[in-house]
């Protein structure tokens, strides 16, 4: 079965470096999304992206934070100067399309920051 | 804005009992309730979604009820086994948008 696939599965950096997460979504699915969950919190939404373009984002996702779909297979997250209030799981989802209903989730990505 | 609560941060049930988690959501009106399953450093798992439009949903050993009008849904695991020991989400939202997140409810089913 088709699965979200991200990298690095862990990621250590230090404050004020930039880091880049990479997701490859189900094939031919067409909406992206990020999503972070800070330890022992709930899974929050950071932004949506359809065709080359964000359709949605929320407060969390400042300019500190963008997205990049460089080819036809990746999907990437970058956080310019990060801060150790960064450090959470990443997850990358990803839609087929319009009129479907449900996102695939991948296994996520632990970013820490120190 | 908008706010989920689920019914407790853990629930203990004995093996083979029915476990019955809640999810209540106040300034909202969505058209879908989904749930998820969250295993540990692992990301969520699509189990179930149900429309504003139905009122019960069925899947396996699962089902879900929605409850537009008390701004609630329960989901029920029957029969249940220490496999199904995990943390599961309500989250409020579908299609193209993006998710609402409660804040899990940890169950662990005791043999």
């Known amino acids: 079965e088709p699965e979200v696939t991200q990298t690095p599965s862990h990621q250590v950096t230090q404050m004020g470096q930039e880091v880049i997460l990479r997701c490859v979504p189900i094939s031919n699915h067409l909406y992206f999304y990020w999503y972070r969950q800070i330890l022992g919190q709930k899974v929050e939404f950071l932004v949506s992206?359809?065709?080359?373009?964000?359709?949605?984002k929320s407060e969390i996702f400042d300019d500190q934070f963008s997205v990049e779909r460089p080819d036809g297979s990746n999907f990437t997250l970058k956080i310019r100067s990060t801060k150790l209030e960064d450090s959470a799981m990443y997850f990358c989802?990803?839609?087929?399309?319009?009129?479907?209903?449900?996102?695939?989730f991948g296994p996520g990505t632990r970013l820490t920051v120190l | 804005s908008q706010k989920i609560e689920q019914n407790s941060e853990a629930l203990n049930i004995q093996e083979g009992k029915t476990a019955t988690l809640t999810c209540n959501y106040t300034n909202y009106s969505p058209a879908y309730l989904q749930w998820y399953r969250q295993d540990p450093g692992r990301g969520p798992v699509f189990l179930l979604l149900i429309r504003e439009n139905e009122k019960e949903k069925r899947k396996e050993r699962l089902k879900v009820t929605f409850d537009t009008t008390l701004k609630q849904s329960l989901f029920h695991i029957t029969a249940s086994q220490p496999a199904d020991s995990a943390t599961y989400l309500c989250a409020l939202g579908g299609g193209a948008d993006g998710l609402t997140f409660g804040k899990g409810t940890h169950l662990i089913i005791q043999p």
């Open positions: 992206f359809y065709n080359n373009e964000i359709s949605e």
């Open positions: 989802a990803s839609l087929p399309g319009q009129g479907a209903d449900t996102q695939y």
